[in-house]
C-alpha cells in the first residue's frame, strides 16, 4: 500500500500536485481490534506531519484480510459512507448493497468461486464429493453457494462438516473419522488455511491420505499449509487462486525498506530484529548484538521480501490506485456539470468521503501490467481465477502449477480453459484423473433403480424387465 502510494506521490500523469497519505493499523486480524480501528479512523485520530492538512476523517480505507473482520468494518464505515476496499475479504454476503452500501473489493466474491468449484467438480466428472468448510463467514457463505450450485450440476454430497482452529482434537478426530468411513474420493474444502492446517496434521497422524481434494483460495496457495507433511494428504489437490501478478519496483522498494523507533512508525523493527538476530534499541533489551537499522534485506530470503506471489499484493496497489483514480475524476470536475445538488463538484481542500464514494462506482482504468479495473453495481471486480494444482519438484519444494484459468466474462461452457501444455499430478502422485462417484454407470440392457433414503447419484442397476430395452449406458 505504501509503495503504490508513494509511486502516485511522485508521477506526474495522476493526481500531480496532489499528494496522498496514509494511516496504518494493525489488527491481528482480530474483531475488537478492527472495529477500533475504524472508529478511531471515524474520528479523526490522525496525527499528521506539520506540512500536510489532516482531514477530520479519513477519505477511504483499505482493508481487511479476512472477510469476518471486514464485515465489522464494512457494517461500521457504511453509515458514515466511508469507502471500505478489501483485497482479500471474499464473502459472497459483503455484496449486499442495503447492508454494505460503501464496500468495494478487488478480489472476486466467493459467489463466483462456489459456482466455479461446482463447474470444476462436474468437469472431471466427480458426482460423489465430501465437503470441509470453516465455521465462519467465509466457510459457511462459501459451502452454502456450493451446495446449492453442485446440485444444480447433479453433484452429491456425501458429508458436509465444519471445523475452526479452536475446535478440541476430539472434534478434529471425529471430522477425520467420517472421512475415513466416506466412500467418496475426492474432499471439497472450502477454508481458512489456518483451520484446514490443523485437519490435514490430523489426517497424516491418522494415515489417512489417497483423497483428492479441491479447495478455495483460502488454502490453496497459502504457504503456511504447504509443508512436506501436509503434503503427504494433499498432494495433487485443485483450486482456484487469484491469477499472479508482477508489480514491477516492488521487491527493490521492499529491500530498500529500513525500520524506524519513531513512535506509531516501528512496524519493521520486529522483522528486522528476527531478520538480522539483533536488537535495534539497546535502551529496552539486554543483547549481545546490536544493529543500527541500516542493515540491507537485498540479500535475505524471507517472505517479507519475496514477491514471486503478488496476487493479493496486486490486490492491495489496484485497491490505492482505485482511490488514487476516483480522487482525480473528482478534482477534475468541471464547475456547473458536477455529479452532486444544483450540479456542484466537491469543494477542493474539502473532499468528503461521500464524494469519494460517488466516484469510486465509476472508475475504469488499466495498470501498468496490462489489467482493467472497474467495480459492478455490488462493488465487485470481474471474477478471474487461476486454476492451481499441488505438485512437487525434484528438489522436494512444493509447487502451485498452473494448470487452467477460470473467467466469467466468457460463455457459458467456455469458462473453464485447461492449459495443454501442463501436465496435472493427481492424489497419491497419480497421472490419471481419479473418479469418485456413488454408483457405477449402467450398461445397456440394464436401468437404474434409485434406492430408497439415498442421493440421486446413488442407484442399482437391475436388468430392463419383459418387452423394454436400454440400448444406452445411464
Given at each position: 500500500m505504501i509503495f503504490a502510494i508513494e509511486e502516485i506521490n511522485n508521477s506526474t500523469d495522476l493526481l500531480p500536485g496532489f499528494l496522498l497519505g496514509y494511516n496504518v493499523y494493525g489488527s491481528c486480524p482480530s474483531i475488537p481490534l478492527s472495529i477500533g480501528a475504524s472508529l478511531a479512523?471515524?474520528?479523526?485520530?490522525?496525527?499528521?506531519?506539520e506540512s500536510c492538512v489532516s482531514p477530520s476523517t479519513v477519505q477511504a480505507v483499505i482493508g481487511e484480510t479476512t472477510s469476518t473482520s471486514t464485515i465489522d468494518i464494512a457494517r461500521?464505515?457504511?453509515?458514515f459512507k466511508i469507502p471500505v476496499l478489501s483485497h482479500s475479504a471474499t464473502c459472497a454476503c459483503l455484496s449486499n448493497r442495503q447492508l454494505y452500501p460503501s464496500f468495494f473489493r478487488t478480489i472476486p466474491s466467493d459467489y463466483y468461486q462456489s459456482r466455479a468449484l461446482a463447474k470444476l467438480i462436474k468437469y472431471f466428472g466427480w458426482t460423489w464429493v465430501g465437503a470441509?468448510?470453516?465455521r465462519g463467514d467465509y466457510g459457511n457463505n462459501g459451502m452454502a453457494t456450493f451446495l446449492e450450485a453442485a446440485d444444480k450440476e447433479g453433484i452429491c454430497v456425501e458429508y458436509s462438516v465444519a471445523i475452526y482452529r479452536t475446535d478440541s482434537r476430539e472434534k478434529f478426530l471425529e471430522v477425520t473419522n467420517i472421512i475415513t468411513q466416506s466412500?467418496?474420493?475426492v474432499i471439497v474444502a472450502f477454508a481458512d488455511g489456518n483451520d484446514?492446517?490443523?485437519l490435514i496434521k490430523e489426517l497424516y497422524y491418522q494415515n489417512v491420505t489417497g483423497y483428492q481434494w479441491v479447495g478455495s483460495e483460502g488454502w490453496i496457495t497459502y504457504r503456511?499449509?504447504?509443508?512436506?507433511?501436509?503434503?503427504a494428504v494433499v498432494g495433487g489437490a485443485l483450486g482456484f487462486s487469484v491469477p499472479n501478478a508482477y508489480i514491477p519496483g516492488l521487491r527493490e522498494f521492499i529491500v530498500s525498506s529500513h525500520p524506524s523507533l519513531r513512535l506509531g512508525n516501528t512496524g519493521l523493527v520486529e522483522l528486522w530484529e528476527s531478520v538480522f538476530d539483533c536488537i535495534l534499541n539497546p535502551n529496552t533489551h539486554n543483547a549481545s548484538k546490536i544493529c543500527n537499522g541500516e542493515e540491507s534485506l537485498a540479500n535475505t530470503n524471507t517472505r517479507f521480501t519475496d514477491v514471486s506471489d503478488a496476487s493479493l499484493l496486486n490486490n492491495v496497489y489496484k485497491a490505492v490506485y482505485a482511490i488514487a483514480h476516483a480522487i482525480e475524476a473528482l478534482l477534475t470536475c468541471e464547475k456547473g456539470k458536477g455529479p452532486f445538488l444544483n450540479k456542484t463538484c466537491a469543494e477542493n481542500g474539502k473532499i468528503q468521503p461521500w464524494q469519494v464514494l460517488h466516484y469510486l462506482t465509476q472508475v475504469n482504468f488499466t495498470t501498468k501490467n496490462g489489467e482493467n479495473v472497474y467495480f459492478d453495481a455490488r462493488g465487485d471486480p470481474v471474477a478471474r481465477y487461476t486454476l492451481v494444482n499441488w505438485q512437487m519438484n525434484y528438489e522436494g519444494i512444493i509447487t502451485f502449477e498452473s494448470i487452467g484459468l477460470?473467467?466469467?466474462?466468457?460463455?457459458?461452457g467456455q469458462q473453464i480453459q485447461m492449459k495443454d501444455d501442463t501436465d496435472a499430478i493427481w492424489a497419491g502422485n497419480q497421472k490419471n484423473v481419479p473418479r469418485s462417484v456413488c454408483s457405477e454407470t449402467c450398461l445397456a440392457g440394464t436401468r437404474r433403480a434409485f434406492m430408497k433414503g439415498k442421493p440421486i447419484c446413488c442407484f442399482d442397476c437391475i436388468d430392463c424387465a419383459d418387452g423394454e430395452f436400454s440400448n444406452t449406458t445411464s
Open positions: 479512523l471515524i474520528n479523526g485520530q490522525i496525527e499528521a506531519e461500521t464505515m457504511g453509515p470441509v468448510r470453516s466412500t467418496s474420493k484446514l492446517d490443523i503456511y499449509v504447504a509443508t512436506p507433511v501436509n503434503y477460470y473467467d466469467t466474462s466468457k460463455p457459458e
